[in-house]
């Protein structure tokens, strides 16, 4: 019973402030507080030297990316949602947007949500300039979705299905609905070396160097910058 | 795609790299960038203001000029610059741009000028930023709003007619613009005045005058002079129908004219009098018949061609009729709503009016306007509590629509007094543009005078023509070929029309085509030939029938018609031309020529190029054209 009259009391006296910013003409009230929190946030990298350091880029090179990466992000920090705005300019036939979500996840390497010029820098340094062990390795953290070492196949099955997501209704020859199963029990098959269900990072690098495709399309991305 | 994405393109590329231990098929070969990937400053000089950007960021739009390879076209080897020739204020919005991918319109800038700019660099108009884009919008309908109209009073009826048109376009024409003739003008008043007539006459008639001796009652004066008023009716019906009838007749297109407003105006103001002529004096149908003649009113209407307020008004109401619908939609929900409260309200008093919902319909229209008549009052408190509400409420919702009516009003009101303005303005830009027209001629002719067509070596020449320009000088070389193709020569006004003055006289012809018209190289620079006329060259309506003459013995003035072969000269109209040779006085000096003369402007001559720079001062009194060659074709 108290609390129906505290409940009524309350809405009362909501009522009744209401009733006041109406009669004063005061109803909508500035908002500008609020906004001027957010758009202060703002991140800066560490100096150029340090990164210099950190990755394997050269001076010219951090500029380029950094003046490119200001410009679309001017608040120095990159969210999912611009993220995967980003990515999926580059898909507009299918839905890019798990892919996007899972390599969020891969660079954003202290998971706090956001992805900063640092971490964005370290990702490419990796794929771009480290060894091929680096790269797997990469790969791997990026299937690896609950980054406990080793993919399951219902990891794999959620990759497989944002790649087959993002090229979108119409290809050739037409998209099976289950295409990316077979596709997945063809990488287990060819992973997973002890076949107990899951590929660790040992069966995977392992898998990786003996296969010659493999090997050599990871060459490929050695002049992307 | 937008092209800021383009920055992340690298990093799309490698997150790739994700897909490759799970691929069936090998990867393709990466595209081999040949060109130097590093990012370099170019630096771009608009009329001196120079600016510097990385070369990345006009990359950014590859299907624009800075984007793309034409912009090498203006690459500057020595000073290592891309130089435009152009504003360096809105190249700053262009700029701006690429490197923010957002265009910005700035709003003190003509929009003309911005348009030009924008296509200059290739960038289309369509992805100006929604911050700037409606008043993007606003400005350019304005602007092309004015254009229309200027064109339109341009091509308006002020220009001359072609010599050929028919009798009826010329009727057409006389109707659609009455200041043309003075028939025309005459015709339009009398229409005006009879339109008035008929009103009036429709008023005055229903005014009770005194009864006829006999009576008691108080009779209309429609009665009472009913032939008088019915002569007056008959007259001005004839006049309209005559009207109409031309109108349809010299109409271009009848059809089109048919379903046009004012002509429908027409019919319905004049049928009600033949439908009463026609019908019989039947007692049912005359009560119908009483009805048609509330169309007479229509002829008020015809007052919209003779005002011009009327028109614009109209068109006004026209252009706001979405405002118009939104407030006759609000105020119909607001009486359904209020008709119904009041009469529920007001059902319980005995002898209430509100009988009805609709009956309650008229009190809710009386009180939303704040009319008030008073015929209906609620009686209860709860109808006066809603009829206070009510009209409160009315008041907000016609004054809503108001303001946007009023200024769409105002525009039109303005953009109109602006047309006339601008048909004014007009005659005087074209004089101006004669007049340049002319100074161009006469200094082509002045040209030739001084000795500049010769051939002669550079002592010899005359000082004041190798002070002339080298544009000038390559302009005159070109009309002398042209002379020199057709085998005529250029010549002014005047002395063509002492040509087609002799003609008639009937002397030989004589064909000459040597073009020296005099002697070359004198002594001072710009001799003074005899003066010959006074030359009034801005007004000058100096006929241009060409005739053919040759040497002269004497030369005599003759009041000559126009030759069969007449043909215009350079720059006079056909239209200014008439014989005016009277105060020619011709001296003796003339005779004394020792070069035959020969000079006839040539038919195929294009009108005198368009050089605005050149505006020579009309050089009246020295028209050194002591030798004047005439060769007959």
Known sequence: MSQCRKRCKRQLTKVARYFYRFVTGTLTQDSIEDDFELSTVCHRPEGLDKLQEQTKFTKKELQVLYRGFKNECPSGVVNEETFKHIYSQFFPQGDSSTYAHFLFEAFDTNKNGSVSFEDFVAGLSIILRGSINDRLNWAFNLYDLNKDGCITKEEMMDIMRSIYDMMGKYTYPCMQDDAPREHVENFFQKMDRNQDGVVTIEEFIESCQKDENIMQSMQLFDNVI | ?633
């Not at chain 2, 920055?7 to 799309?12: K, R, V």
């Not at chain 2, 602007?143 to 009826?157: I, K, P, S």
């Not at chain 2, 030369?555 to 006079?572: C, I």
Request: proline content about 5%; hydrophobic content about 35%.
């Open chain 2, 1 to 633: 795609m937008a092209a800021g994405v383009a920055t992340w393109l690298p990093f799309a590329r490698a997150a790739a790299v994700g897909w490759l231990p799970l691929a069936k098929k090998t990867m393709p070969k990466p595209p081999i960038d040949k060109k130097s990937r590093s990012d370099e400053i170019l630096f771009v000089n608009v009329s001196g203001l120079r600016f510097q950007t990385w070369k990345n960021t006009l990359d950014r739009y590859p299907d624009t000029l800075l984007g793309s390879s034409e912009k090498e076209f203006f690459y500057n080897e020595d000073t290592q610059e891309y130089f435009f020739d152009r504003d360096p204020e809105m190249f700053r919005h262009v700029l701006n741009f690429y490197r923010t991918g957002k265009l910005h319109y700035p709003r003190h800038e003509c929009i003309q000028a911005f348009d030009e700019e924008l296509a200059f660099y290739g960038i289309v108009p369509e992805i100006i930023g929604d911050c700037c884009m409606e008043e993007y919008r606003d400005r350019k309908k304005e602007n092309q709003e004015r254009l229309a109209e200027d064109n339109e009073a341009g091509e308006g009826g002020d220009a001359p007619l072609p010599p050929n048109s028919t009798s009826r376009e010329r009727l057409w024409r006389a109707f659609e613009n009455p200041h043309t003739s003075t028939m025309a003008l005459v015709f339009y008043y009398v229409t005006g005045f009879f339109i008035a007539v008929s009103v009036i006459a429709n008023v005055v008639e229903t005014v009770p005058c005194r009864p006829i001796k006999g009576t008691v009652k108080d009779l209309p004066c429609g009665e009472k002079y009913s032939l008088a008023f019915f002569c007056m009716d008959t007259a001005c019906v004839l006049i309209f129908t005559f009207e109409y009838l031309m109108r349809l007749f010299a109409a271009p297109s009848r059809c089109k004219f048919m379903r046009s407003v004012m002509s429908v105006i027409d019919v319905v103001a004049i049928m009600p009098y033949y439908i009463g002529l026609i019908m019989p004096e039947n007692e049912d149908v005359s009560g119908a018949f009483v009805t048609l003649r509330v169309f007479r009113v229509f002829r008020i209407f015809k007052f919209s061609r003779h005002s011009q307020g009327l028109r614009i008004l109209g068109y006004t109401l026209k252009s706001c009729a979405s405002e118009l619908g939104f407030l006759l939609f609000s105020l119909t929900m607001a009486i359904i709503i209020f008709a119904t409260v009041m009469f529920y309200a007001e059902k319980g008093t005995k002898g209430t009016n509100f009988t009805s919902i609709p009956a309650a319909f008229w009190y809710t229209i009386v009180t939303m306007t704040t009319l008030g008549y008073g015929d209906m009052v609620p009686n209860t408190i709860a109808g006066k509590i809603f009829g206070s509400i009510c009209s409160l409420s009315g008041v907000l919702v016609i004054a809503l629509p108001v303001p946007v009516i009023v200024s769409n009003f105002s525009r039109i009101y303005h953009q109109n007094q602006r047309a006339d303005k601008m048909r004014a303005q007009q005659k005087v830009r074209m004089a101006r543009i004669r007049l340049a027209k002319k100074g161009t001629t006469n200094a082509f002719l002045q040209y030739k005078d001084d000795g500049g067509l010769q051939d002669h070596d550079s002592d010899s020449t005359a000082l004041c023509v190798k002070n002339r320009s080298a544009f000038e000088h390559q302009h005159h070389h070109l009309l002398h070929c042209l002379e020199k193709t057709t085998n005529h020569e250029f010549t002014d006004e005047l002395t063509y029309s002492e040509v087609c003055m002799t003609e008639s006289v009937g002397y030989r012809t004589s064909r000459s085509t040597s073009l020296s018209s005099h002697q070359g190289g004198s002594s001072s620079c710009c001799p003074r030939r005899a003066k010959r006329r006074a030359i009034r060259l801005a007004n000058s309506t100096v006929s241009v029938s060409r005739g053919s003459m040759q040497e002269l013995d004497t030369l005599q003035v003759h009041k000559t018609s126009v030759a069969p072969q007449s043909r215009s000269s350079l720059n006079a109209r056909t239209e200014d031309l008439k014989l005016n040779c009277d105060d020619r006085d011709f001296t003796a000096a003339i005779i004394s020529i020792p070069t035959p003369p020969a000079n006839t402007p040539d038919e195929s001559l294009p009108p005198s190029p368009a050089i605005p720079g050149i505006l020579r001062n009309s050089r009246s009194g020295t028209f050194p054209h002591d030798a004047v060659k005439i060769s007959s074709l």
